[in-house]
């Protein structure tokens, strides 16, 4: 099958790789000539575990290209829309603009197929609303091309496995049966493994498949915010949030997944795509049925104010001049992405307010360098932990867990340590002399 995929961020890349790895002829676009550049010499433009073989592959077999020249998605059946859907400037809602432009570029350069109508397949995250108009556009158009909206459910950090054995694939039909099957057609063909492995296939109409998404990182953003507002109940009376998770965990009904607490979510999807949800609420006049998210995401920023606090008492009062050592920058471990990440964030207002910071992160370090010149960035953690009169572990990268407690301390001017996501064992860190202080988490006997 002959693709294109428009949009070659996260999504896009991914996507577009996967895709060449099942057997298609994959074109994928871009305007931004660097990332592109990158992409077509099979190097990822960011850091994604297992993600660099699958492009390096495509790429040499010839079977995945990547150009800036729209008119390249001319021959495709199938044209993914994977670009990005921020938060708007000024307001919740998301931006639009690159979903539109998508639209516009496969109705000035696709071409009709001779095998049936183009499949026009959506990825990106949208408000509910989102696919009928497309649809309605495409028609107007006189294009003959069925509309699909099809959510993508991918972690950073395990991307590719996302993408070629999802939990489940959702197909967002229109509700002519006739167009409907042709686009269930097309796409199993182009999901032929996935279906072959019998993963779940789920066939629903437009608003359902749009509100899937939005729904599942509605769950997962409260899920989170929900163990963290249970460890600022820890705090407050002497109970361990992680003890606490792990005990409710252990009811099937409940899981003990995402149920980590500390200084909270953040990244280019979870934030962004609960404020998109409650503008869109609003605007369909059910704003009150999602009135908790903004608990959710309060609870959230909390967290970082709840650091920071911390870190000023920890350090006698006033941070002027004290040494921070940050351990992580990213908004999670095996990413280099530091949007909206709430360790950046912290390491920022600790340097606002008169710290001396030292940072590093494995992964994301460039970024930050290029974002935040202000902050003193270095290689190692050994470097970082140098004199540090305070160490904030922010993001749980593996290195950082494996970290010695007793090597640390020699290199400290005084141990003392917040543990911001609650990953080191609490006991050693004490034992080894450290002030040792988790998110809601006590290092008390039991
Ligand atoms: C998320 C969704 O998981 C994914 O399905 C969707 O397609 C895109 O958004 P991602 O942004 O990659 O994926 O990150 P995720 O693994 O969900 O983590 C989000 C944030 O929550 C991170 O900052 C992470 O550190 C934080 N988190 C996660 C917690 O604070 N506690 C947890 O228990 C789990």
């Known amino acids: ?79 993914f829309i994977a670009v990005g859907t921020p938060q708007g400037g000024g307001s919740y809602a998301a931006d639009m603009s690159y979903v539109w432009t998508a639209v516009d570029d496969i109705l000035a350069h696709a071409r009709p197929h ?20 497309i649809a309605d556009r495409v028609a107007e158009a006189g294009l003959d091309a069925v509309v699909v909206w099809n959510p993508e459910f991918l972690r950073e950090g395990f991307a590719v496995q996302d993408t070629q054995a999802p939990d489940r694939v959702v197909y967002g039909l229109p509700d002519d049966v006739l167009a409907g099957d042709t686009g269930r057609a097309v796409l199993d063909e ?22 899937v998404k939005v729904a599942a990182n509605s769950f997962l953003a409260t899920k989170i915010s929900f163990i963290n507002s249970m460890a600022e109940l820890c705090d407050a009376s002497g109970a361990d949030v992680t003890r606490l998770a792990e005990a409710i965990g252990h009811d099937e009904r409940i899981g003990p997944k995402f149920l980590q607490a500390g200084i909270g979510f953040g990244g280019g999807c979870l934030p962004k795509d609960i404020r998109a949800f409650m503008a869109r609420a609003g605007e369909l006049g059910v704003d009150q049925s999602l009135t908790f998210l903004r608990e959710v995401d309060s609870i959230n920023m909390r967290r970082r104010d709840h650091a920071v606090d911390l870190a000023t008492s920890m350090a006698g009062g006033r941070l002027v001049g004290v040494k921070v050592a940050v351990l992580g920058l990213t908004f999670k471990p095996d990413s280099d992405d530091v949007r909206d990440s709430p360790a950046l964030d912290i390491a920022g207002r600790l340097w606002g307010r008169g710290a001396n910071v030292v940072a590093t992160d494995p992964a994301g370090a ?39 407690p007793a090597h640390a301390k020699s290199l400290v001017a005084t141990p003392r340590i917040i543990d911001g996501r609650n990953v080191l064992d609490a006991h050693a860190w004490a034992d080894a002399g450290w002030d040792y202080r988790g998110m809601g988490r006590t290092a008390s006997t039991w």
């Open 366 to 404: 460039a970024a930050v360098r290029s974002q935040r010149p202000d902050l003193h960035i270095v290689d190692t953690a050994d470097e970082a932990l140098e004199g540090a009169d305070l160490v904030m572990l922010l993001t749980a990268w593996k290195d950082y867990l494996a970290i010695d």
């Open 114 to 133: 001779a095998d049936g109508p183009l499949v026009i397949v959506g990825k990106s995250t949208v408000p509910v609303g989102t696919a009928q108009a």
């Open 190 to 211: 182009v999901y032929a493994p996935i279906i072959a492995a019998g993963i779940p296939r789920l066939l629903v109409n437009y608003a359902t498949a749009e509100l």
């Open 1 to 79: 099958m002959r693709i294109s995929v428009i949009g070659c961020g996260y999504l896009g890349a991914v996507h577009a790789a996967c895709m060449a790895d099942f057997g298609h002829e994959v074109v994928g676009v871009d305007i931004d000539q660097t990332k592109i550049d990158r992409l077509a010499a099979g190097v990822p433009s960011f850091h994604e575990p297992g993600l660099e073989p699958v492009l390096r592959k495509g790429v040499e077999s010839g079977a995945l290209t990547f150009t800036t020249d729209k008119s390249a998605i001319g021959d495709a059946r199938v044209h």
